[in-house]
């Protein structure tokens, strides 16, 4: 079976400082990984997503994330927060091979301070 | 593109009645998903879809929840009858096939529905 924790369901960072978000995935199999941010009263939208090529992502809007299987971690960052992260950030995996389904994680609302 | 397309964005209702929420996915993706957005229990899928077909559905609350996929541009959740506690956004999302599962689904805006 697979699952993903999102610890804090709510992180305030200041304007200009380091975001991190973390996601922590259990899984059997290799799995995929992903980051999807939704603005108030929007759908998700997808930030990077992480399918075995390469250890370190890169995503829209300058965020990454880094797969550390060790740890069993797909933490979010970005060196500088805007007013316009301010959103929910939601970890997801899914199998490598053979579903197409995704389990989603709680979800960290992020607030970005002035 | 017009991106996944949902109808409609906001739904009230009375306790008892039907609803029938409506998705239009992507063109040319094969994979469409329903899911419900609530505070206490997060993003849950319901159900989704693969070529028209109804893959998973355990997702599904109750019998009073059903979906259907009649042709590729089109897809219903109706809920019948309807009670507070299901009160909730509701999202549908598309995707295509890519070999090993590395697929990116594509969500509409969600309909937000109230029942009284």
């Known amino acids: 079976a697979q699952s993903v924790t999102q610890l804090g369901s709510h992180v305030s960072v200041s304007e200009g400082a380091l975001v991190l978000l973390r996601c922590n995935y259990s899984s059997s199999v290799p799995p995929y990984l992903f980051w999807y941010v939704q603005y108030p009263n929007q759908g998700l939208q997808l930030l990077l997503k992480?399918?075995?090529?390469?250890?370190l992502v890169k995503g829209i809007n300058g965020f990454e994330a880094e797969f550390k299987k060790s740890e069993t971690s797909f933490h979010l960052t970005k060196p500088s927060a805007h007013m316009s992260d301010a959103a929910e950030y939601f970890c997801?995996?899914?199998?490598?091979?053979?579903?197409?389904?995704?389990?989603f994680g709680t979800g960290t609302r992020l607030k970005v301070l002035a | 593109d017009a991106g996944v397309i949902q109808s409609p964005r906001h739904e009230v209702t009375e306790m008892g009645q039907e609803v029938t929420l409506r998705c239009k996915p992507i063109?040319?993706?094969?994979?469409l998903f329903w899911y419900r957005q609530t505070m206490m229990r997060g993003l849950e899928l319901l159900i989704y879809?693969?070529?028209?077909?109804?893959?998973?559905d355990s997702g599904m609350p109750e019998d009073r929840f059903s979906a259907k996929m009649p042709n590729a541009s089109f897809s219903t959740l109706k809920i019948q009858p309807s009670e507070p506690r299901d009160s909730a956004v509701y999202f549908c999302?598309?995707?295509?096939?890519?070999?090993?599962?590395?697929?990116?689904?594509?969500f509409g805006p969600g309909t937000r529905l109230t029942v009284l």
């Open positions: 997801a995996v899914s199998r490598a091979s053979g579903t197409y389904k995704y389990i």
């Open positions: 999302a598309s995707s295509a096939y890519l070999a090993g599962g590395n697929n990116e689904q594509f």
């Open positions: 992480y399918t075995s090529a390469a250890t």
């Open positions: 879809f693969n070529n028209n077909v109804p893959i998973d």
């Open positions: 063109s040319g993706h094969d994979y």
